[in-house]
């Protein structure tokens, strides 16, 4: 391996981190440093990222660009990091979503270094979940994620007034944490549990996915299926919360709404994405019998997400609230990939995941571009906002077209494939799954005809457009939408080896 | 028998500093108390430094003991005495600016403290019954005195009074116990009780060891045995506060690892499932009653209350693993809690406000004490990258491996909860609107050190516990049951 390849993923965690420290020694009045450190700080993450993106090579399976160290020798705790190919997809989203994210937070006037410096702890919790392959660095940067979180959105975050009630921002601040990190106590018991039960004397994924297959006929003594089938409960649900698990998902919408901009982007577009994650990467990978054993309760919950979160999303009046409740809604489309079981529903989980990922986050800044403008998101006050704002009405239409799977988008092919992996397997729940990917039509073309193209009532046209700023931010996020609708193949290809390795523990 | 005196320098010269603190006290012209003030905080810390520094330098290679057994000179004990001292320095600088406005007796303070020390130090050297006792005692009087010392403060004499009276009834309990335990094995030295305590079921052995659990479960703060501490944490002047926190809670797990290590090599089933029960008790007590506190040193007494029973989590384990994991968990501890009493005396100090309610807008008075007294709380809460996180990690790991999962489990579950009233400190730091205008507060050179250094050491622990476990490892291997590594 060269220099580059031997460091580069433990650099994708330093880099924020060091950008962290950087920012906490910055006197506080130098605003402008901060901004212009923060998006180089992210431009080098998003070139960092496409860097592994391209390196990683496509026809070998298993781990790559593996990083050793010893870290806490009593229980056996390395500092391992590698990718596999679902894993080079979900860098790759990170980087380009904390880029376009650290331009949008450029925005943030209030307290702008600690919000960046909160804002990069974040993102380097984010990487290091995506790249560690020791179950307790692949916690301890999960939990690592959530830290910052109550200050991003208690601090910066804003209010909902609803006609009868209040949401104030510390709720969702605080109902997203605690829901987060009691979840995290089953995934901290099932880490527990597992490391005892294999008792290998080490947290180190690829060894403990070896000794789960070594199970059966291999000879080994394996994770016996009784154990599996305990196990495997605690995973699902505890990763299944952060994927916006229905009947768990309440946190989300309230949570992602009460979010700064970035936050939102980051939360909705990445760090949901860290759940389905876990879901194959702990659950999949080391508990293969127990995933065949409760494959069909998580099939039917990622089919009521959808459904639900559908049915949810068109019944809000808040702009970001319906953005948060189709977040629930596409997340389920993820959860009935990985339930299918089979290689192309497990691929379009994969890129389903990416596509949402960078979907949601052009939606979110969208949607917080319209606030700080408008000070309102109430649907039924926003109107005709096509004639004032047409680059921002751009980037909202063509979030909702990827949402609503129109082809040559990224969210058409993802779709398409969880589709024929769940017909494939469970054709009932296939057949609800597009009736959701139906509904989600209804309420975004119902939002873009009232808000953007509705009636002009005169009130909103002295606002301005997007910012060049603003505009190359969102166009970022726009180039990946677009190159996956048109040419997915490299993204497939990437997957794939991910896929094999996920299939083989399946015994499939 | 040879006594070999210089085993026994760190301590004589700890006694030797505690009395020069007071005559420096003596000597020094009454009229300007500031800089008096000053200059005996100076000759303690310097004193304890230089204490800890020959400690070190002057460590025998390998386990000593003195007087038959009465008391160990090995790394068990050199890395408690190094963390103490430590402590005691911490707490010093911690409380210069407190003792020149509130307590204004800074001789009979800062040498109690290091007389304070002392007993622990002793603690986590004694192999006998009965010196454990004495020193032990030595640390609870100094205490006694230090919790009263607020003349003229009501709650400071209620508390010291309540302290005493329990203090007194526990030490007699134990006393009891000792006794009994002695009538039946003819003798006190650890390693001599031997097997016998935990094969032999006679009535007065059983009704002896519980006594003795009674009394170490009072220093402790185990549940049933708690309910002293949220008053006298509350009523003592909030340095003192931090010192019972963390240089008593050390001490006495210090001596009971070493109690429960030498005296039996084998398992002690019967009394594990007696500990596993206190354990889990005193975590769930203390964090469902830290729900409603308002007071943040109230807050802080059953947060440390449900932080005993986490360690204890790891004592119950009885492995090496366990009591790897619980010196990791207090060193960790010492540097968390003491970074988190160190905001609340200086805020203290500044504004003579300690309710959580009065931290509104300490994220604009003082961006350093908020961030440090955040870190603080996530820590305690086990959140990474701080101590908390690996320190419980190994906890409840080496508990579940020694067949304790329902502890772990429960463990894990009050540790979630624990985070909520964590947060809403800091939430009052950073997000509740103070009702006036929050007044910049201007940190001294030595506070604002020390804040960084405790800062500094408990991410340290969190990110690199590499050396730290090592050097914990090294100092288990000491123990009998535990020689020879894992």
Same mark, same amino acid.
């Given at each position: 391996m060269s220099f580059f390849e031997r460091h580069i993923l433990e650099t994708l965690i330093y880099l924020p981190m060091l950008t962290a420290a950087v920012l906490v020694a910055l006197p506080f009045g130098a605003r402008a440093a901060a901004r212009w450190l923060s998006v180089a700080s992210g431009l080098a993450l998003l070139v960092g990222s496409l860097y592994v993106f391209f390196v990683f090579d496509r026809s070998v399976d298993g781990f790559q660009l593996v990083r050793v160290l010893p870290w806490f020798d009593p229980l056996g705790i390395d500092f391992r990091l590698g990718v596999d190919g679902v894993a080079v997809l979900m860098v790759l989203l990170t980087g380009i979503v904390a880029f376009a994210g650290t331009i949008i937070a450029a925005n943030v006037e209030r307290e702008t270094k600690s919000y960046y410096v909160l804002l990069f702890i974040l993102i380097a919790g984010v990487y290091g979940t995506f790249v560690s392959i020791d179950l307790f660095f692949f916690f301890f940067f999960y939990e690592l994620a959530i830290v910052p979180m109550y200050l991003l959105i208690g601090v910066w975050g804003s209010s909902t007034k609803f006609k009868t009630f209040d949401r104030p921002k510390e709720?969702?601040?605080?109902?997203?944490?605690? /829901?987060?990190?009691?979840?995290?106590?089953?995934?901290?018991?099932?880490? #527990?549990? /597992?490391?005892?039960?294999a008792g290998l004397g080490t947290f180190s994924i690829p060894a403990l996915s070896e000794f789960a297959l070594s199970g059966g006929e291999g000879g080994g003594p394996g994770f016996s299926p009784e154990f599996q089938r305990?196990?495997?409960?605690?995973?699902?649900?505890?990763?299944?919360?952060?994927?916006?698990?229905?009947?768990?998902?309440?946190?989300?919408? +309230?949570?992602?709404?009460?979010?700064?901009?970035?936050?939102?982007?980051l939360h909705a577009g990445v760090l949901m994405k860290l759940g389905a994650f876990g879901i194959i990467r702990v659950g999949m990978l080391l508990l293969p019998e127990g995933m065949q054993d409760w494959a069909l309760v998580l099939f039917?919950?990622?089919?009521?997400?959808?459904?639900?979160?559908?049915?949810?999303? /068109?019944?809000?009046?808040? $702009?970001?609230?319906?953005?948060?409740?189709?977040?629930?809604?596409?997340?389920?489309?993820v959860l009935m990939g990985i339930a299918t079981m089979d290689p192309v529903g497990i691929t379009g989980a994969a890129l389903q995941m990416f596509s949402h990922g960078v979907m949601t986050a052009l939606f979110f800044a969208v949607v917080g571009a319209i606030y700080e403008r408008t000070h309102t998101r109430d649907i039924f006050v926003l109107n005709g906002l096509a004639s004032r704002m047409g680059w921002i009405t751009a980037f909202f239409v063509i979030?909702?077209?990827?949402?609503?799977?129109?082809?040559?988008?990224?969210?058409?092919?993802?779709?398409?494939?969880?589709?024929?992996?769940?017909?494939?397997?469970?054709?009932?729940?296939?057949?609800?799954?597009?009736?959701?990917?139906?509904?989600?039509?209804?309420? #975004?073309?119902?939002?873009?005809?009232?808000?953007?193209?509705?009636?002009?009532?005169?009130?909103? +046209?002295?606002?301005? +457009?997007?910012?060049?700023?603003?505009?190359?931010?969102?166009?970022?996020?726009?180039?990946?939408?677009?190159?996956?609708?048109?040419?997915?193949?490299?993204?497939?290809?990437? #997957?794939?080896?991910?896929? +094999? $390795?996920?299939l083989a523990a399946l015994g499939a | 028998m040879r006594v070999d005196f210089s085993l026994l320098l760190p301590e004589m010269l700890l006694a030797g500093l505690g009395f020069l603190v007071l005559i420096v006290d003596l000597v020094l012209p009454q009229e300007r108390p500031e800089r008096r003030n000053k200059a005996v905080a100076a000759v303690a810390v310097a004193g304890m430094a230089a204490v800890a520094a020959m400690a070190l330098a002057t460590a025998p290679d390998r386990t000593e003991s003195v007087y038959g057994g009465l008391l160990f000179i090995d790394a068990y004990a050199l890395l408690f005495k190094t963390l103490f001292l430590g402590v005691g320095i911490a707490v010093v600088l911690m409380s210069v600016e407190y003792v020149g406005r509130v307590i204004r007796h800074p &001789?009979?303070?800062?040498?109690?403290?290091?007389?304070?020390?002392?007993?622990?130090?002793?603690?986590?050297?004694?192999?006998?019954?009965?010196?454990?006792?004495?020193?032990?005692?030595? !640390?609870?009087?100094?205490?006694?005195?230090?919790? &009263? !010392?607020?003349?003229?403060?009501?709650?400071?004499?209620?508390?010291?009074?309540?302290?005493? !009276?329990?203090?007194?009834?526990?030490?007699?309990?134990?006393?009891?116990?000792?006794?009994?335990?002695?009538?039946?094995m003819g003798t006190t030295v650890f390693r001599e009780m031997g097997p016998g305590l935990a094969i032999n079921f006679s009535p007065t052995v059983i009704v002896g060891f519980a006594m003795l659990l009674a009394g170490i479960g009072f220093k402790l703060a185990l549940v049933p045995f708690h309910l002293w501490a949220p008053d006298v944490y509350e009523g003592a002047p909030t340095p003192i506060t931090a010192l019972v926190a963390v240089l008593s809670k050390a001490a006495t797990f210090?001596?009971?690892?070493?109690?429960?290590?030498?005296?039996?090599? &084998?398992?002690?089933?019967?009394?594990?499932l007696a500990l596993a029960v206190l354990a889990a008790?005193?975590?769930?007590?203390?964090?469902?009653?830290?729900?409603?506190?308002?007071?943040?040193?109230?807050?802080?007494?059953?947060?440390?209350?449900?932080?005993?029973?986490?360690?204890?989590?790891?004592?119950?384990?009885?492995?090496?693993?366990?009591?790897?994991?619980?010196?990791?968990?207090?060193?960790g501890y010492a540097f968390t809690n003491l970074a988190a009493f160190a905001v609340v005396v200086t805020v203290e100090a500044k504004t003579r406000k300690e309710e959580i309610a009065d931290y509104a807008g300490l994220s604009t008075a003082s961006p350093l004490m908020a961030m440090v007294l955040t870190a603080a709380m996530f820590s305690l809460a086990g959140l990474p990258i701080f101590a908390g996180f690996i320190t419980k990690f190994y906890l409840f790991t080496a508990a579940a491996d020694a067949g304790y999962l329902w502890l772990a489990a429960l463990a894990i579950t009050n540790s979630v909860i624990s985070l909520y009233y964590y947060l809403r400190v800091v939430r009052e730091m950073y997000i509740s609107e103070p009702e006036v205008e929050p007044e910049r507060i201007r940190l001294s050179p030595s506070s604002a050190g020390a804040l960084w250094v405790l800062l500094a050491g408990t991410i340290a622990v969190g990110v690199y516990p590499g050396p730290l476990a090592a050097a914990v490892d090294a100092a288990t291997d000491a123990l009998r049951a535990y020689a020879g590594g894992a």
């Open positions: 709720y969702g601040a605080m109902k997203l944490v605690l /829901m987060i990190v009691a979840a995290s106590l089953l995934v901290w018991v099932a880490i #527990i549990v /597992m490391y005892n039960e305990v196990v495997f409960p605690l995973v699902m649900v505890g990763f299944g919360l952060l994927a916006g698990l229905w009947p768990l998902h309440t946190w989300s919408p +309230d949570g992602h709404v009460a979010a700064p901009t970035t936050v939102s982007m039917i919950l990622g089919t009521v997400n959808v459904i639900y979160g559908a049915i949810s999303a /068109m019944a809000q009046t808040d $702009l970001k609230y319906v953005v948060g409740y189709s977040s629930v809604s596409h997340m389920g489309y979030a909702g077209l990827t949402s609503l799977g129109l082809p040559g988008l990224s969210g058409f092919i993802a779709e398409l494939l969880v589709f024929i992996g769940a017909f494939r397997t469970q054709p009932i729940l296939g057949v609800l799954g597009v009736i959701g990917a139906l509904l989600t039509a209804v309420y #975004i073309l119902r939002l873009v005809g009232r808000v953007f193209y509705g009636e002009r009532s005169g009130e909103w +046209d002295g606002v301005r +457009d997007l910012s060049a700023r603003e505009g190359f931010a969102m166009g970022v996020l726009v180039v990946p939408i677009v190159v996956v609708g048109v040419y997915p193949g490299p993204f497939l290809d990437v #997957i794939a080896p991910g896929v +094999d $390795l996920v | &001789g009979e303070f800062y040498g109690l403290i290091v007389f304070a020390v002392l007993g622990a130090n002793l603690m986590a050297s004694a192999g006998e019954l009965l010196t454990a006792y004495i020193a032990l005692e030595l !640390l609870s009087f100094c205490l006694f005195v230090l919790v &009263g !010392l607020t003349r003229g403060d009501r709650r400071s004499a209620e508390a010291s009074t309540k302290y005493i !009276l329990l203090g007194a009834i526990s030490s007699a309990v134990l006393l009891y116990g000792i006794s009994l335990l002695y009538g039946t210090a001596l009971l690892l070493r109690f429960l290590a030498e005296v039996s090599t &084998g398992r002690f089933d019967q009394w594990q008790a005193t975590m769930t007590v203390g964090t469902l009653t830290a729900l409603v506190q308002r007071n943040i040193k109230r807050l802080l007494a059953y947060s440390s209350i449900a932080q005993v029973g986490f360690v204890m989590v790891g004592v119950v384990a009885m492995t090496e693993a366990g009591a790897n994991a619980v010196l990791l968990h207090l060193v």
